[in-house]
């Protein structure tokens, strides 16, 4: 499963990285202005030993406010439908799921949290987890193992969390035929528990990374009775250090110590600020220029958008210490609705148009933060091949119009119209759309740009009955576990359509067994058979790939503890303070 962008301009959340589960290893930030370094291959690292209290970092300090800005908005902070990255990172904060991860030496490691890292049956079907501990809420009652068993069925709810991760749709018994216990009650087969401490579930197939998979704030447990369904989302219980104290959707949060955290049962997260306070909207030249400067309170922010390729200049001498650097296997694309848009030859004339050098620099890509894309499994992926781009799809070039207008001639299809959603309240996914339009207009296509406000984008493009044939979400991927089954299956099988996380919404029958032969192989085997999937379904021309990213964010002066978390490509919050 990949997950989706904290970014949605062109291109997003999550891990996630995954990352995901196994983790790419994300070097320790470098400050240095000359290494922009090269993603690196994941690696899994795992540690069923590990116990609370997390390891202290390095001259911590407790106290104060660590304010983090973005103009990137998260669309919801309910646990059940996060799967952007950005989300994730901060719900980290918040939420104890019954695996997690530590990072360490600037590498993810899966640790126990609420529960251990589980036991397989023999037939690979049936997974136990036990829990570690006891744990509280917020409100200090007690978090019970039918909690963790309600939050996986509160996931199958996806017509009502339609942006939460779905691997449990296809892995989980009976998981194509559970709507959630809304729709279809608590009875569900594929979960149970016994006694006060043991998650049980059955898998309809052998699900390997299901320890990884249970990091995803999907899995926090939630009480039954205190499910508000919708309205969840403005104020959902806290396990972790941090709970909710004042929220505007799309605006601001603020978090406060949740008192009934106990660090000693936690392997990984810590409680050093007293506060956070996220704010989201503005516009992020403008952000990234105040924490660079640290003047007053800028001093303890943190900006975790990709820093802007026209500040990277400032980054010299004490500066270049605000750069915060890791690895972010993840990929952007511009996504085509092959429903919508049939005829490849069409597809073919937007990819031979597109103007990704144009579109890369309004973006502000740059080598801290981005690589040109040319394949859909991004480098730091096992069974990544560099193969020779198909014409139009190496990320680069300033694309071709009149030989797109050629192409569009002699398929009959001149006037084609082609449309789209882009956030008409920021200077830059403004420029990027039209700079897009531009070029396909003059291809010979009719451009139907329609814009929305940042706080509506990721609805829109996340509804793919909206009246858009481009564009649509996920715009990026990131690995939830480093193989080619954490993105062809979910993104390219028929299947992802209703599980809202497709690129082409292709529905192939004869490539939905070819990718499922490949993910039923063991690793060592399917690894080498990805690359091959990889090219063929680029032959398609379904999405087209821009840039494969790294994380590369600025801090102000006066925050320590800032390391990439790899797992979503941003900085790991837990690990976080401020030095005075």
Not at 109 to 135: E, H, I, N, R, Y
Not at 165 to 192: H, I, M, R, T, W
Not at 251 to 277: E, F, G, I, M, V
Not at 323 to 333: F, H
Request: hydrophobic letters at 35%; charged letters at 20%.
């Amino acid at each position: 499963m990949a997950r989706r962008f904290k970014v949605a301009v062109a291109a997003t959340a999550a891990l996630a990285i995954g990352l995901s589960g196994c983790g790419s290893p994300s070097s320790k930030n470098d400050t240095d202005k000359g290494d922009t370094g090269k993603l690196q291959a994941q690696q899994a690292a795992t540690d069923p030993n590990a116990k609370g209290p997390a390891a202290e970092v390095a001259g911590a300090k407790k106290g104060g406010t660590i304010t983090i800005v973005a103009q990137t908005t998260p669309s919801t902070l309910d646990p059940t439908d996060t799967y952007y990255t950005d989300s994730n990172e901060i719900e980290k904060l918040t939420f104890r799921t019954p695996t997690q991860y530590d990072i360490r030496d600037g590498q993810p490691v899966l640790v126990p949290d609420l529960t251990d890292l589980g036991t397989v049956s023999a037939d690979k079907l049936t997974w136990t987890f036990k829990m570690t501990g006891t744990f509280k809420y917020e409100d200090g009652t007690d978090v019970k193992v039918e909690d963790l068993a309600y939050a996986i069925k509160r996931s199958f709810a996806h017509d009502v969390y339609p942006n939460g991760p779905a691997y449990q749709l296809s892995y989980f018994k009976d998981g194509d035929k559970y709507k959630g216990p809304y729709a279809d009650g608590d009875n569900y087969s594929g979960v149970e528990t016994q006694g006060t401490d043991t998650l049980i579930i059955h898998l309809a197939k052998p699900f390997a990374d299901l320890p990884f998979y249970l990091t995803f704030p999907a899995f926090t447990p939630i009480p039954k009775a205190k499910d508000t369904k919708q309205d969840y989302k403005n104020h959902p219980l806290s396990t972790g250090p941090y709970m909710f104290d004042q929220y505007v959707p799309g605006t601001s949060l603020t978090l406060k110590k949740n008192p009934n955290w106990d660090p000693n049962t936690d392997p990984a997260r810590h409680q050093y600020a007293d506060a956070w306070s996220f704010k989201w909207g503005g516009e992020l030249v403008t952000l990234q220029q105040k924490v660079l400067n640290s003047a007053g309170d800028d001093a303890n922010s943190l900006a975790y958008d990709e820093v802007d390729a026209s500040l990277i200049p400032q980054l010299t001498g004490d500066k270049a210490n605000q750069l915060v650097k890791g690895e972010s296997p993840c990929l952007y694309t511009f996504n085509m609705d092959t429903r919508k848009i049939t005829d490849i030859n069409i597809r073919k004339a937007i990819a031979k148009a597109y103007p990704y050098d144009a579109l890369s620099k309004a973006n502000g890509n740059n080598d801290y933060t981005s690589e040109p894309a040319s394949t859909i499994l991004p480098p730091g992926v096992p069974g990544h091949t560099k193969y020779t781009p198909l014409p139009d799809l190496a990320g680069t070039g300033a694309g071709d119009p009149a030989g797109a207008k050629k192409i569009l001639t002699d398929a009959g299809k001149l006037g084609f119209e082609i449309s789209w959603y882009y956030d008409n309240t920021k200077p830059i996914p403004q420029q990027i759309s039209n700079i897009r339009a531009d070029a396909l207009t003059k291809a010979g296509f009719k451009v139907k740009a329609i814009g929305v406000a940042t706080a509506d984008l990721r609805s829109k493009v996340g509804d793919y009955d909206a009246p858009v044939n481009t564009g649509q979400a996920p715009r990026g991927w990131c690995s939830d576990w480093p193989t080619g089954s954490s993105w062809l299956p979910v993104l390219f099988e028929s299947k992802s359509i209703a599980e809202g996380q497709s690129w082409g919404m292709l529905q192939d029958p004869a490539l939905d067994k070819k990718i499922e032969d490949v993910a039923n192989l063991p690793t060592d085997q399917a690894t080498g058979k990805w690359a091959a999937l990889d090219q063929e379904i680029m032959g398609m021309y379904v999405a087209l790939p821009w840039y494969y990213t790294k994380m590369a964010v600025v801090a102000g002066t006066n925050i320590g503890g800032a390391v990439g978390d790899a797992t979503v490509g941003m900085p790991f919050f837990p690990d976080m303070y401020l030095k005075s």
